[in-house]
Every structure is written in structure tokens, then in C-alpha cells.
């Protein structure tokens, strides 16, 4: 009898973890990141005097009457790698990220920004959907997460390296141009969910790629 519910419980834990991923912007086939990273951009802020948070949708008529859809924003430090040197860096991120990105399960050795093969093919996937026509003029910036284990500084390091391997690949086994390229560290900073349970670090432990047109 314990079996069973066992397995019954294991299938729900697996279908709780899939759907959470979906509703996060997780994709593993290149036509799904693909199509994710052509998604329109959603908010955009309504001038350069904005107050952060006051952002309009992009088909919006007049900018002055239309402010439904604020997205707030916070500052976070984060570490960019430029032309081989690591720099710190202050930056107003979204809360929640919209249109032109795709959440992806990377997954690495632990504390190390080892791939492992088991993620080769997601990679794949990736190199191909970079090589859709409709990207050419799209610069692709690979964000590196982490949950909350460890210290602060570390993790952003750590995401950092992560994000730096996987643009490694890209360029090795992908044959994707590396001046498209960009990487960012976020560390622990941008989290999907809590990190109150195992299965919502594994979400949050992840690789972000935005585009963003030239």
C-alpha cells in the first residue's frame, strides 16, 4: 500500500514542479525558445522622468492616461563580464520579467559552473533557436540565478561563471557569434519563488536569456 501512494505522491510533486515551470517561463525545445524570446515586449517606461514602477504597455495611445499595467522595478547589484573583466554594476531590474525571455534548467555540478551532460541538449536546443532569422538582430544576454545557499557575494560570482559557460558553449558547440553575447550574474537577488522548499530552489537556480534588439 505504501508504494502506491508513494508513486502517487511522486507523479503530483512532478506535475506541481512542470506547471510551476511553465508559469515561469521555462522552455526546453528551440521552436518554444524561440518563440519565447520573440514574445513583444510588454511594458516599456513611459519617459525618462518616470517614477519607478510607472510603465505602460507598448500599444498604448496616450502615456498620460494609460498607466494600468505598472511593473515595479528594484535596484540590484550584479557582476558583468566585459570584454574578459569583471565588473560591478547597479541596475534597475524588473520584479517580474516580460516579453523577450525564456527560463531555462540548466543544470551544473554543485558550487561549480560545470555543465553537465545531461544539459547538453537543452543547449542544442538553445544554439538552434539563436539561429532563427527573425534573432539575427537580437543581442542575447544570458543572466546566471541562484537560490539563497551560500553567501551573497559568492552566489553572484557563482552565477556569473555559470552564465559565462554556457555562452562558452554557445560559441564552441553552437557556432553562435560571441559579439552577440552578453553575460550578467544575478546571484540570489531575482528569485521566481521563495526559496522556502527544495523544489522552489531548484526553480530559482536557473538561466535567463533575454534578447534584446540592437
Known sequence: MIKPILLAVTVLLLLY???????????????????????????????SQSEAGEWQPLNAGDASKDKTQPVKTRSIKVLKKE?????????????????????????????????????????????????????????????GHTDSDGKEKYNVRLSLDRAAAVKTYLIDHCGVAPDRLEVVGYGESMPLTPNTSKENKQLNRRVEIVAEKK
Not at 560591478?88 to 525571455?101: I, L, Q, S, Y
Not at 545531461?118 to 539563436?130: C, F, P, Q
Open 83 to 143: 570584454k574578459g573583466v569583471d565588473t560591478w554594476e547597479t541596475v534597475n531590474a524588473p520584479e517580474k520579467r516580460t516579453g523577450g525571455f525564456v527560463n531555462l534548467k540548466i543544470e551544473f555540478d554543485v558550487n561549480s559552473y560545470t555543465i553537465r551532460p545531461e544539459s547538453y541538449n537543452l543547449l542544442r536546443e538553445l544554439g538552434k533557436a539563436l539561429a532563427d532569422p527573425r534573432l539575427r538582430d537580437r543581442i542575447i544576454i544570458i543572466n
Open 17 to 47: 514542479g512542470s506547471c510551476l515551470g511553465e508559469e515561469n517561463g521555462f522552455e526546453s525545445t528551440s521552436g518554444g525558445i524561440t518563440e519565447s524570446l520573440l514574445s513583444p515586449e510588454k511594458a516599456r517606461p513611459i519617459d
